[in-house]
């Protein structure tokens, strides 16, 4: 069973070294470059990374030969002097996402640029037991390989789960909203299909994926909070780097208390952030299926009846109690809502800033933003499949990526 690591910071990731005993560290130093940057001259690789010229080019022969780097020569007419190469990560190998939720599973096909080309998404009325779904995932994913129009090559599945995983093994500890406990899901799955499988917290996936491809991307000090139909986690980066924990159970802020409430959240816990921000009671006000996200947007931005006004403005001020607590203790750049917390703040961001910066601390607050997450639907799957790809970007000669 396959595991994530920690992640890097850029420089480190991106710095080569011109020492044979580091092939691999510099192999993985263009794979990221060209995984941030699309496609670079083998000039502006040898820039960034800070090797020279003949190692770029000899490093680049590799990669071709391994697959996982294609070039192309830009025509001769448009530039002056010999021309430079152009590099991207190959389309002929790919990834599989999956996000799994309460209500649905989605399985997506993603390429090593992040780019979805099939998805599709299994509808699950009534909570999956891990055999279930695992099945359904194996079918899944032999339905969308057929749809293709050529052979790709699959180098692993990364897995989005709405609980705690176990940072050693990848083992679902507990997931209250499926009822999983202490469920070995990802060696499950792994045997079920024959692929590599890497398995993460479904909410700090939606904060790599905003930090790599999204709203996040350039800055180094974040707070991420997500809520879908399983409930409401996050992410903290702090440095450029995912805070973690001590088993990797860090950035349940779903579960902070903010309230004496009664109410309990998925886990049995009273007056938490999930147990108050509750999305099923809009969807239910507005009479929309709890996977409705774009039946949500519309009717958000129509003039609301006086229910759903009054859930939208409790809510609103729930949520920014809880980012006023969040920017006072980790003092981010940048606190980004993606899912319905998004839709949240979309639908009434003057009135929720402004009660949320009347609770921060001057000093925390200057330069705070707060925004919501760009990557919309996808900001989850890409997270997961961002597992799997950073697995091959890690470690490209010994890449476990099959036909």
């Known amino acids: 069973m396959k595991t994530s690591a920690p992640t890097k910071s850029v420089s480190s990731q991106t710095q080569g070294r011109n020492n044979d005993q580091v092939r691999e560290h510099n192999l993985a130093a263009i794979l990221t470059l060209l995984s941030q940057n699309k496609s670079l001259t083998r000039s502006a690789l040898a820039t960034l990374s800070g090797m020279n010229r003949s190692t770029i080019s000899v490093l680049m022969t590799e990669l071709q030969a391994l697959g996982l780097v294609s070039e192309i020569s830009p025509d001769e007419t448009l530039q002056k002097g010999r021309p430079s190469f ?6 002929e190998v790919a990834v599989f996402g999956v996000n799994i939720e309460s209500k649905f599973t989605d399985v997506c096909l993603v390429t090593l640029s992040g780019e979805i080309i099939a998805s ?24 969308l390989l057929a ?47 024959g692929m590599p499988v890497f398995v993460g917290n479904n909410a700090t996936l939606g904060a790599t994926a905003e930090h790599a491809f999204g709203a996040a991307k350039g800055y180094s000090d974040i707070v991420y909070l997500y809520s879908g139909t399983s409930g409401i986690g996050g992410g903290v980066i702090v440095g450029g780097e995912l805070l973690r924990g001590a088993a990797g159970y860090a950035g349940e802020l779903g579960h902070v208390v903010i309230s004496d409430s009664p109410s309990e959240d998925y886990s049995g816990f009273h007056g938490t952030l999930e147990s108050l921000i509750r999305q099923e009671d809009m969807f ?19 003039p609301l009846g006086i229910e ?15 980012i006023s607590s969040f920017a006072n203790i980790f003092n981010p750049q940048l606190i980004l809502l993606g899912g319905y917390l998004g839709a949240i703040y979309a639908a009434d961001q003057t009135r929720l800033a402004q009660f949320a910066f009347e609770r921060i601390l001057s000093a925390p607050g200057e330069n705070l933003h707060i925004r919501r997450a760009e990557l919309g639907p996808n900001q989850i799957i890409k997270g997961a499949a961002g597992l799997a790809i950073s697995a091959l970007i890690r470690a490209p000669k010994s890449s476990s990526a099959i036909l």
């Not at 152009?86 to 389309?91: I, P």
């Not at 239910?284 to 129509?302: I, M, S, V, W, Y």
């Open 284 to 302: 239910a006000c507005l009479g929309l299926a709890a996977d409705d996200e774009r039946g949500l947007e519309t009717a958000l931005a129509q």
């Open 120 to 143: 599709q998404r299994i509808s699950t009325p009534k909570l999956p037991a891990p055999q279930q779904i695992i099945e359904s995932i194996a079918q899944t994913i032999e339905v």
């Open 147 to 193: 749809t293709q129009s050529k052979p790709l090559r699959i180098g692993g599945i990364g897995v989005a789960v709405p609980g705690q995983i176990r940072l050693a093994d990848g083992l679902v500890r507990l997931a209250p909203h499926l009822r999983w406990v202490e469920a070995p899901f990802g060696s499950m799955l792994e045997e079920a299909t």
């Open 308 to 322: 759903a006004q009054a859930i939208l403005e409790s809510q609103s001020r729930l949520l920014a109690a809880a």
């Open 86 to 91: 152009v590099a991207s990560l190959s389309s």
